[in-house]
């Protein structure tokens, strides 16, 4: 019997499922997203996939839901528990004089997202709305001192009383974050102890979140915001995937479902960790590029998924992913590693509007999402949007939206953009659709260039551009800047779901150390460094290996991979460094380790960042450890002739450059590798269009990536 994978990613606006047999050959479905019960859109996503190998889901799809070896989702459902402040009513014990450590939070949580114009002025600057109130936090008093000693003895009344307090509170949940904790968990754990005994006596059981086992990290107000996260919108959040994977089981599928970490691991959609899922959905995509660069040689890539809520980008340069341990997240600075994706709101569903006193055009940051989606959908929306613009430019085919499953009415479309927008600006309604395209560009573009890749030079990157409207943007956002090369794939509204597919069954800790090696470091000076690395290395490992063991997998299966981060000391930034050995147990390999961070640092860096005479900080250590899982397949396809004759599917009118102008047509699927298309040409698939402006040609390589390269029609 055939093995097959499924993979899903539920994006804000469209929910995208591949299915992949064990020959690396896959479907795409789409549907949209229904944040309210994501499992319905993910039905909906599925049985259009398999519609495309003449499958009916539900009456002939057992054979692959019996056959499926893995099943992957990445949803939102976190994501709008904590949007929607909609999860557990969580109490909070923290060491007594910190009881505002979640509404007072850090300065800079305030303005995480806005412009500088926009940070200068005060008024633009609020606290979020915290997820535990202050009535619903006390303090006990304790205190562990920064080298782990306990200065002060936790005093185990106030504990007493403040649990007893906070659950006549009738709290869900109780989150637990002392000072230190990361050095010394013991006053943690002893409060966990006592808020349990309590619980016994009253006979009020709810989870117990501590902060040491959620992330044992510096920095408290992070570590704090992880671990309210954890109490607050895990259980939520794992009943929508609990929910997906009934509907699964519910035809056949034998296997738990398995969901995407922020780091690009994937685990069991009950592991005890789920806030580390928080953001899973964009996590997918530059794993899918990661993969990708890998298999063909390409070092350097940019990641650009354009779908309808939002703009995600990631970098990955030498090879190397890039893991943010403290990313800004909801106005809130977290301590859970991961992959550093910076996003900004455009999307086809981004809202357009003119501002009354300015009569400017104003772009989002909101978006109408799947739901009510454009103004072409007749769901209700009655504000234009920028997948409304590229319908009335004829790059979207009102005939064949998602196929033709989606009825699109153009003429509703045109109506709202006049009223809405054109008519206030006094212009012609499909030269204000084009300005409009052309400013979401300059957005991406700017994005890309002026926040991304800030520091590094993109004539050495290649851009990959995906999402379900990552192709009909590419060009636009790509252009005025020298990429190395420009390129998509016929499966870019999936890529993200593709890219699930293509990780490792992986699971990450992080813990904060302080080692250093200063210059002309003496064997002893070095023995103490290794000892503090390799005793925090084997503690995590540890961990991890109980959690993969208790899940099933055999001890051979799992392989661990040391990770250190190293600085020069006095600079701010550390690099991410994986060990050549596993062990540093002599002088010689602490000086393998620095070396080793030397050779990263040059690569990522200039020689001018290094100092004359370096001081060597290890200041955090991780160790991975991953189980390898069946993927995707790139494959290597024998060049065709250079023309797309049979793809050809007839012409139609496109408005470009402020004039309409008659651009060829072609069916994606049709496309071989060796096939070119000049532009002005516009390519269409169900589930994404690739829009080729003139002056471009669309190239088809041997492994069907679509490079997008100067040369066409002028």
Same mark, same amino acid.
């Given at each position: 019997m055939s093995r097959y994978l499924v993979a899903c990613d539920a994006g804000g606006t469209m929910t995208d499922v591949i299915v992949v047999d064990e020959e690396g050959r896959f479907v795409i479905g789409k549907a949209a997203t229904t944040p309210d019960?994501?499992?319905?859109?993910?039905?909906?996503?599925?049985?259009?996939?398999?519609?495309?190998?003449?499958?009916?889901?539900?009456?002939?799809?057992?054979?692959?839901?019996?056959?499926?070896?893995?099943?992957i989702y990445t949803g939102t459902g976190m994501l709008n528990t904590l949007l929607n402040l909609s999860g557990l009513k969580t109490g909070l014990l923290v060491t007594r004089g910190f009881e505002d450590i979640i509404v007072q939070g850090r300065g800079s949580q305030s303005f995480i997202g806005y412009e500088w114009s926009e940070i200068t002025h005060m008024q633009y600057r609020k606290h979020r709305e915290p997820l535990v109130p202050r009535r619903l936090t006390r303090g006990a008093t304790e205190r562990i001192d920064l080298f782990g000693q306990a200065v002060i003895p936790l005093y185990e009344h106030e504990v007493e009383a403040g649990v007893r307090?906070?659950?006549?509170e009738d709290i869900e949940s109780l989150a637990i974050v002392f000072l230190n904790s990361f050095i010394n968990p013991a006053h943690e754990a002893q409060a966990a102890e006592i808020?349990? *005994?309590?619980?016994?006596? $009253?006979?009020?059981?709810?989870?117990? +979140?501590? &902060?040491?086992?959620?992330?044992?990290?510096?920095?408290?107000?992070?570590?704090?915001?992880?671990?309210?996260?954890?109490?607050?919108?895990?259980?939520?959040?794992?009943?929508?995937?609990?929910?997906?994977?009934?509907?699964?089981k519910g035809l056949g599928y034998k296997h738990s479902l398995k969901t995407v970490l922020c780091y690009g691991g994937v685990t069991n959609i009950r592991y005890p960790r789920l806030f580390e899922t928080v953001m899973s959905g964009p996590v997918g995509g530059?794993?899918?590029? *990661?993969?990708?660069?890998k $298999?063909?040689?390409?070092?350097?890539? +940019?990641? &650009?998924?354009?779908?309808g809520t939002s703009f995600d980008a990631g970098c990955i340069t030498s090879g190397v992913l890039p893991i943010n341990r403290e990313p800004p997240f909801m106005q809130m600075y977290v301590n859970v590693p991961m992959i550093d994706i910076q996003s900004i709101g455009a999307g086809t569903g981004t809202y357009i509007r003119v501002d009354p006193d300015s009569h400017r055009i104003k772009l989002g940051p909101d978006s109408a999402g799947g739901t009510p989606g454009p103004v072409f959908q007749e769901s209700g929306n009655e504000v234009p949007t920028i997948g409304d613009c590229d319908l009335l430019l004829g790059i979207i085919n009102e005939d064949y939206y998602l196929g033709g499953r989606?009825?699109?009415?153009?003429e509703k479309a045109l109506s709202v953009f006049k009223k809405e927008v054109a008519d206030p600006l006094g212009l012609d309604p499909y030269v204000a659709a084009e300005h409009c395209v052309n400013l979401v560009n300059v957005m991406m573009r700017e994005h890309l260039v002026r926040t991304l890749m800030l520091g590094y030079d993109i004539r050495d990157y290649i851009l990959m551009g995906y999402g379900g409207a990552g192709p009909m943007h590419l060009a636009g956002y790509a252009k005025d800047y020298p990429w190395k090369g420009v390129a998509t794939v016929p499966y870019a509204a999936a890529f993200s779901a593709w890219g699930g597919a293509c990780m490792d069954y992986a699971h990450r800790r992080h813990k904060s150390v302080s080692a250093m090696v200063p210059p002309g470091a003496d064997d002893e000076t070095k023995m103490q460094t290794a000892q503090i690395v390799t005793g925090a290395w084997e503690e995590l490992e540890k961990g991890l290996m109980d959690e993969l063991l208790s899940e099933g997998f055999k001890k051979e299966q799992i392989t661990l991979r040391q990770i250190a981060y190293l600085k020069y000391y006095g600079q701010l930034d550390d690099v991410e460094v994986e060990s050549p050995i596993s062990r540093l147990a002599t002088p010689a390999d602490v000086d393998t380790l620095v070396a080793r961070f030397e050779e990263v640092f040059t690569t990522m860096f200039t020689l001018a960042g290094k100092p004359p005479q370096p001081t060597y900080l290890v200041s955090e250590v991780s160790v991975i450890a991953q189980v390898d899982t069946l993927k995707p397949l790139v494959r290597r396809y024998e060049l065709q002739d250079k023309s797309p004759k049979a793809a050809e599917k007839g012409t139609r009118q496109v408005f470009e450059n402020g004039k309409w102008l008659e651009a060829q047509l072609y069916e994606m699927d049709e496309l071989k590798p060796g096939n070119e298309v000049k532009g002005l040409a516009v390519i269409e698939a169900p589930s994404t269009t690739l829009f080729v402006p003139s002056g471009l040609t669309a190239r088809f390589d041997e492994h069907e990536i679509i490079w997008l390269e100067k040369g066409g029609s002028e």
């Open positions: 019960d994501e499992s319905v859109g993910f039905m909906e996503s599925y049985e259009d996939g398999l519609s495309y190998w003449d499958i009916d889901l539900l009456t002939d799809g057992k054979e692959i839901n019996e056959n499926a070896e893995t099943a307090e906070l659950l006549e808020a349990r *005994k309590v619980m016994k006596e $009253t006979g009020k059981t709810i989870p117990i +979140v501590i &902060s040491h086992e959620v992330a044992p990290l510096i920095r408290e107000v992070s570590r704090a915001n992880a671990t309210v996260i954890q109490a607050y919108a895990t259980e939520p959040a794992r009943k929508q995937l609990l929910a997906v994977e009934e509907k699964l530059v794993m899918g590029g *990661k993969h990708l660069s $298999t063909i040689g390409i070092e350097n890539m +940019v990641c &650009s998924d354009m779908g989606v009825q699109v009415n153009k």
